[in-house]
T-cell receptor
């Protein structure tokens, strides 16, 4: 079965620092999909990015960037010049085939606290 | 566009009581899911559905039941509430069977005392 490990339980940084959230995954599938979700203090889950297993290009979206490395089974997330509004729980997730469709297997999450 | 709507947002139950968590989506998605979120544990799949009349168990189905009579609705039933069911419950839907991710509802925080 798929497994997602987010070894960092909690990270605290000061505003404007860069921070990287680690995600390591395990799968035997050759085709799979990786995701990051953000859960701000209000509690909803917000989709950030999706990456398929055949696309190892890094992606940048504003202050956010993602580094996907199949060789190390990692899909790390970097926030540049962090802001207080980035404070949230961040989840990495991996698709797992079921009898019908796929489900997402989530890591335990990393709590990010950005202090002003 | 409402997306995925969950009700109620908060609920306190006594041990042994029953309740239904409601979930409705207006995106005509065939796939719907129920997850529970416990502190430090991420989200665990309870049940899922691939269309009206078709449901299946996820990782942690014990103590729960679901039904899917329409494409829009996917209620989660707790028959005999136990303290172990204290959690935050998320409903989600997907048009692609999950490969493009989910749209989540805002969650239901349930406390069993």
């Amino acid at each position: 079965a798929q497994k997602v490990t987010q070894a960092q339980t909690e990270i605290s940084v000061v505003e404007k620092e860069d921070v990287t959230l680690d995600c390591v995954y395990e799968t035997r599938d050759t085709t799979y999909y990786l995701f990051w979700y953000k859960q701000p203090p209000s509690g909803e889950l917000v989709f950030l990015i999706r990456r398929n297993s055949f696309d190892e290009q890094n992606e940048i979206s504003g202050r956010y960037s993602w580094n996907f490395q199949k060789s190390t089974s990692s899909f790390n997330f970097t926030i540049t010049a962090s802001q207080v509004v980035d404070s949230a729980v961040y989840f990495c997730a991996l698709s797992e085939p079921m009898e019908y469709g796929n489900k997402l297997v989530f890591g335990a999450g990393t709590i990010l606290r950005v202090k002003s | 566009n409402a997306g995925v709507t969950q009700t109620p947002k908060f609920r306190i139950l006594k041990i042994g009581q029953s309740m239904t968590l409601q979930c409705t989506q207006d995106m005509n998605h065939n796939y719907m899911y129920w997850y529970r979120q416990d502190p430090g544990m991420g989200l665990k799949l309870i049940y899922y559905s691939v269309g009206a009349g078709i449901t299946d168990k996820g990782e942690v189905p014990n103590g729960y039941n679901v039904s899917r009579s329409t494409t829009e609705d996917f209620p989660l039933r707790l028959e005999l509430a136990a303290p172990s069911q204290t959690s935050v419950y998320f409903c989600a839907s997907s048009y692609s069977g999950g490969i493009y991710g989910y749209t989540f509802g805002s969650g239901t925080r349930l406390t069993v005392v």
